[in-house]
């Protein structure tokens, strides 16, 4: 199998594991949510996998263009922060020619350009999340001033996908780490993903929270999920911790709070382990 053919697939598995998943507050396959469902996500990820694992394309070029595939299948933004934190960790497998590590990431971002930042600016106008102020990554309706490393850098604060550019991906290769210890400790892969995506939203106020709505309920929910994060990691059969995981997803979605971006760096953690696998 070409390259190109392999990472599409990744890619595309990395976001149906994360669909398969118990993920409180999110769309998963036992519950849609926020006007969105599953097979929305399902038809995202197979446009977008057909793009942004191209042959002969930059890193903005990967994000404009599956952020357009996705628009036009679906006509929500179903996966911007995906495409955002993917985008890097396919180019550096390319680079490669597939197994990546953290220097390789931290290349692929060193090399971004002013272009790249007008994609991704672009690609963001399309998607238009909930919440995006002028501020976030410098102002996205002006042409771009800094490459898209120094636009992301300017943004690291508020925004955990921005810190992902800046700091050449930690948190995702730490979210790695995590997860591969679940597996091996529960050896079923949706369990581990539902680990994995508490771990992430108990561990950072979920930057879409506070787009949406303000910095103060992303962290009252952050706090709410160490609870349930804490819980899940201590059971020997995760399964039996489903009713509880399930009340919380009922009670986030009834507030129409959705933490989206613990969900995109799920993901990406997902790709990440995937690329990290066999390529042949």
Known sequence: MRLEAQLAAKFKAACIAELEAVKPGNVHMLADGHGMTVQDFLHSAEVAADVIAQADMSVGQRILQAVQATNAAVGCNTNLGIILLCAPLIQAAW???GFITEEDVQAVLKQLTIDDANDAFAAIRIANPAGLGHSEYHDVEAPASVTLFEAMQEAADRDL??????????????GLAYYRQLLVRWERQAWAVSGLY????????DSHIVRKYNSELAEIVRLQAVSFWQELDSRDNPKTYLRPLLDFDQALKAQGINPGTSADMTVAVLLLCGLQGSIN
């Not at 996908?161 to 730490?174: E, K, L, M, P, S």
């Not at 508490?198 to 106020?205: C, I, M, N, Q, T």
């Open 95 to 97: 680079n490669r020619g």
């Open 198 to 205: 508490l771990y992430f939203l108990a561990s950072f106020p």
């Open 161 to 174: 996908i921005a810190r992902q550019y800046a700091n050449g991906f930690q948190q995702v290769f730490d």
